[in-house]
């Protein structure tokens, strides 16, 4: 079963309004379904516009990880300590 969701956002380079708008449908639906959604590597730029949009604050503090590697780590040292 899925219980994380990395998206690597090593490639964007700006958000806009309709990005916003998709991940927060993302996230909706994966919270439907028990999945949390991480991101990985996300520039200053993207960061800061999530953070305006106060989708980080719908995210949840501690899923926004550096690399994809640092977020499966994350989680596999969360189930082991289960």
Known sequence: MIQVLVLDMSNIMSVDTSGIVALEEL???LV???IQLAIANPRWKV???LEA???LDKL???WIFLTAG???DARVNTMSNC
Do not use: P, W
Request: charged residues 35%; without cysteine; proline residues 0%.
């Open 47 to 49: 960061l800061n516009k």
């Open 32 to 34: 439907t379904r028990g």
């Open 27 to 29: 996230h909706g639906e």
């Open 53 to 55: 949009a106060k989708f």
């Open 70 to 72: 640092d977020a499966v």
């Open 60 to 62: 949840g503090k501690g």
